[in-house]
């Protein structure tokens, strides 16, 4: 059996191998000629799988190590009768991770308090319903707008978008790229909406580039300057545009997601779903892809203000103005396309926070709740 994988999926060799020969290249360079000969495809977000890619080819597997679908012409397969898995949560710890990062960075950068704001959430899919329970968790009042899901489940817990953008401090996306029907993501945060941001908002986007208009969100900014975006995902990427970046608090390269536990799960997840195609058992247990954390453990002797402890903790696990800097940094050195792309491929080792256990001792074990609530292990002694 040939594969074709993504050169950026890590442990491959040690999830694949044993199903054939496997032929790795970087994802946005994945031609039909590469996959000719091949009987599986294994991919992330940034190859395009659709008939020009497959048309020529035997491919009767395609997974994707991602949450999103976007990038799969998913009739084309189904016509075909190629098989398909996604990986579904896979990263989903790893974006509120990046979430509360950024939310926690910025609002010590200006001045304001994460735990007194209300925050909306756009999508109450795997990674925005995980965001509402950590939010929650630490007293922080949460609204949230999907309206798939209040037409499934009723309309108790959901709010309107034009209510939550009205009542909301800080907009948070989580939403798939959705571009025809009645629950349309494309756009969403349109011209209109972007312009009826009240002041000192905060809007930050880790879900799809697409679902905001990045003009109309460059104009605001350029113009009166009175919100605070924060961007993990852009239109026409990796050939973002220059002046929304420079203008944003954080501008980061599609990078929310990318945890080495997240993208080790993600990659556990298409191994089992290829084994299922293939009729194989495959009894690997996700436990053996994971090494150890650097930090595996942090010790706080006296009590601190909460939001001082979470950011301490926070930053210990995941700093998120390491990767705005590295963008910037790259994006002068080589260029949008080329620097864009280079953090992507060379992203550094990055843990989740639920590898970091913190041991409180003395008074400290007062913040025993929120650091918990967080996403960290938490031991008093």
Same mark, same amino acid.
């Given at each position: 059996m040939?594969?074709?994988i993504?050169?950026?999926?890590?442990?491959?060799?040690?999830?694949?191998?044993?199903?054939?020969?496997?032929?790795?290249?970087?994802?946005?360079? @994945?031609?039909?000629?590469?996959?000719?000969?091949?009987?599986a495809?294994?991919?992330r977000?940034?190859?395009?799988?659709?008939?020009?890619?497959?048309?020529?080819?035997?491919?009767?597997?395609?997974?994707?190590?991602?949450?999103?679908?976007?990038h799969?012409d998913?009739?084309?397969?189904?016509?075909?009768?190629?098989?398909?898995?996604?990986?579904?949560?896979?990263?989903?710890?790893?974006v509120?991770?990046?979430?509360?990062?950024?939310?926690l960075?910025?609002?010590?950068r200006?001045?304001?308090?994460?735990?007194?704001?209300?925050?909306? @959430?756009?999508?109450?899919?795997?990674?925005?319903?995980?965001?509402?329970?950590?939010?929650q968790?630490?007293? @922080?009042?949460?609204?949230v707008?999907?309206?798939p899901?209040?037409? *499934?489940?009723?309309?108790?817990?959901?709010?309107?978008?034009?209510?939550?953008?009205?009542?909301?401090?800080?907009?948070?996306l989580?939403?798939?790229?959705?571009?025809?029907?009645?629950?349309?993501?494309?756009?969403l945060?349109?011209?209109?909406?972007?312009?009826?941001?009240?002041?000192?908002t905060?809007?930050?986007?880790?879900?799809?580039?697409?679902?905001?208009?990045?003009?109309?969100l460059?104009?605001?900014?350029?113009g009166?300057?009175?919100?605070?975006?924060?961007l993990?995902?852009?239109?026409?990427?990796?050939? @973002?545009?220059?002046?929304l970046?420079?203008l944003?608090?954080?501008?980061t390269?599609?990078?929310?997601?990318?945890?080495?536990?997240?993208k080790?799960?993600?990659?556990?997840?298409i *191994?089992?779903?290829?084994?299922?195609?293939?009729? *194989?058992?495959?009894p690997?247990?996700?436990?053996?892809l994971c090494?150890?954390p650097?930090?595996?453990?942090?010790?706080?002797?006296?009590?601190?203000?909460?939001e001082?402890a979470?950011?301490?903790?926070?930053?210990?696990?995941?700093?998120?103005r390491?990767?705005?800097?590295?963008?910037?940094?790259?994006?002068?050195?080589?260029?949008?396309?080329?620097?864009?792309?280079?953090?992507?491929?060379?992203?550094?080792?990055?843990?989740?926070?639920?590898?970091?256990?913190?041991v409180?001792?003395?008074?400290?074990?007062?913040?025993?709740?929120?650091?918990?609530?967080?996403?960290?292990?938490?031991?008093?002694?």
């Open positions: 040939k594969l074709v993504d050169a950026n999926i890590p442990a491959a060799d040690t999830c694949f191998g044993a199903f054939g020969t496997l032929n790795r290249v970087p994802g946005r360079e @994945i031609r039909a000629a590469d996959v000719t000969g091949a009987d495809l294994v991919v977000s940034i190859t395009q799988v659709n008939q020009a890619l497959l048309a020529q080819s035997q491919v009767r597997f395609v997974g994707t190590c991602t949450i999103g679908t976007d799969i998913l009739t084309y397969l189904a016509e075909r009768g190629i098989g398909f898995a996604s990986a579904p949560g896979c990263n989903a710890e790893a509120v991770d990046y979430v509360l990062s950024s939310l960075t910025v609002s010590e200006e001045g304001w308090s994460l735990l007194r704001r209300t925050v909306g @959430i756009v999508g109450a899919g795997n990674v925005g319903s995980r965001l509402q329970r950590r939010l968790a630490l007293g @922080i009042e949460v609204l707008c999907d309206p899901k209040a037409e *499934q489940e009723g309309e108790g817990g959901f709010v309107a978008l034009d209510m939550l953008i009205e009542r909301c401090d800080v907009l948070c989580h939403t798939p790229l959705v571009k025809e029907g009645p629950h349309a993501t494309y756009q945060f349109d011209a209109q909406r972007i312009n009826e941001l009240a002041p000192g905060v809007l930050l986007n880790a879900g799809r580039g697409d679902c905001i208009d990045g003009l109309a460059r104009s605001r900014l350029a009166k300057g009175d919100i605070t975006a924060i993990d995902v852009w239109e026409n990427e990796p050939q @973002i545009d220059a002046g970046r420079d944003v608090a954080l501008a390269p599609h990078i929310a997601g990318h945890s080495l536990d997240g080790l799960r993600g990659t556990w997840m *191994q089992q779903a290829l084994a299922d195609h293939l009729v *194989q058992s495959n690997m247990p996700f436990s053996e090494t150890p650097a930090l595996a453990g942090l010790t706080l002797q006296h009590a601190l203000p909460v001082e979470l950011r301490l903790c926070v930053h210990a696990v995941y700093d998120v390491r990767d705005h800097d590295a963008l910037q940094r790259k994006v002068l050195e080589q260029g949008i396309q080329k620097g864009f792309d280079d953090c992507r491929a060379n992203y550094p080792l990055r843990r989740e926070f639920n590898t970091l256990t913190v409180l001792k003395g008074d400290a074990v007062s913040l025993q709740t929120p650091l918990s609530a967080a996403g960290f292990q938490v031991q008093c002694a």
